[in-house]
């Protein structure tokens, strides 16, 4: 089990970027593709955006595609989601996720595929 704790959430006015992080402990990070999702209040979990876990692929939510970029550091264990032009309609908890499983070639974007999640941290872009 990996262990994974997210920062960098705040406030934010509309067309301004933050930038999330997230790190791992436990298992090793680097074998793992990580993913990023949201939850919007009174809305299901959705995928926000996935990096393999060598960081060659990304694969983003049509939603955020332009305007969000995932990266990852493997020698610090951490994974980052670069926010960018954002939209009242970006805010939402989001939360990182590792894989369940590790080396995988093709990379999900499903929940349901991802077995570690971090507590969340809160965005909220005001108009």
């Known amino acids: 089990q990996v262990q994974l704790v997210e920062s960098g959430g705040g406030l934010v006015q509309a067309g301004g970027s933050l930038r999330l992080s997230c790190t791992a402990s436990?298992?090793?990070?680097?074998?793992?593709?990580m993913a990023w999702f949201r939850q919007a209040p009174g809305k299901e979990r959705e995928f926000v955006g996935v990096?393999?876990?060598?960081?060659?692929?990304?694969y983003y939510a049509d939603s955020v595609k332009g305007r969000f970029i995932i990266s990852r550091d493997n020698a610090k264990n951490t994974v980052y989601l670069q926010m960018n032009s954002l939209k009242p309609e970006d805010t939402a908890v989001y939360y990182c996720?590792?894989?369940?499983?590790?080396?995988?070639?093709?990379?999900?974007?499903?929940?349901?595929?991802?077995?570690?999640w971090g507590q969340g941290t809160q965005v909220t872009v005001s108009s």
């Open positions: 996720a590792a894989d369940r499983r590790a080396g995988r070639v093709v990379v999900k974007t499903t929940d349901g595929d991802f077995g570690s």
């Open positions: 436990g298992r090793t990070f680097s074998s793992y593709t």
């Open positions: 990096i393999s876990w060598r960081g060659g692929s990304t």
